[in-house]
């Protein structure tokens, strides 16, 4: 679980960080700010996430409200897993559908920032050659920076 969770950071981060399960359970002490966690069954891929993401998680995992405090940033550098993705439009959306924005991300980077004008003027989808908004007008809007190749996209049941 340890090897899987690190390899979301890179390597730097993956020197400092804490380690710990999906349950909570420390599987390694680290010195930074950062956490890293190994990969939800067929969700997303591994992730490792400063404090503010983290505080960000648990509003979205409990569908609460939730304003960023200062810009923060998140690693997925070993991608989505390949079944699982995300819609890029509906934080609470479980499937692909034909108007949901499904998306298997490759290795990225997610960037969340207090101020809405950090978000203005980027593109709202994921099909586009960089970055782009997800979740806009929801309380877990944040920026997908790709960093390589989008693996197969799942298609839509």
Not at 91 to 113: K, L, R
Request: with cysteine; charged share 20%; glycine share 8%.
């Amino acid at each position: 679980m340890i090897a899987d969770a690190l390899r979301a950071a890179p390597p730097s981060i993956a020197k400092t960080a804490t380690v710990s399960d999906l349950e909570g359970n420390i599987l390694r002490e680290g010195n930074s700010e950062y956490t890293c966690y190994p990969a939800p069954p067929t969700v997303a891929g591994p992730m490792c996430m400063d404090a503010e993401w983290r505080r960000w998680m648990k509003a979205w995992m409990g569908k609460e409200p939730f304003t960023a405090e200062r810009v923060a940033v998140a690693y997925m550098l070993a991608g989505d897993m390949p079944g699982g993705g995300a819609s890029n439009i509906d934080p609470a959306a479980d499937t692909p559908t034909a108007d949901n924005q499904w998306v298997v991300e490759g290795p990225h980077i997610m960037i969340i920032s207090p101020d809405p004008a950090a978000y203005a003027g980027l593109p709202t989808t994921p099909d586009t050659d960089g970055p782009y908004v997800m979740w806009k007008d929801t309380p877990y809007v944040h920026i997908m920076v790709p960093v390589a190749e989008r693996p197969e996209q799942r298609s839509i049941q």
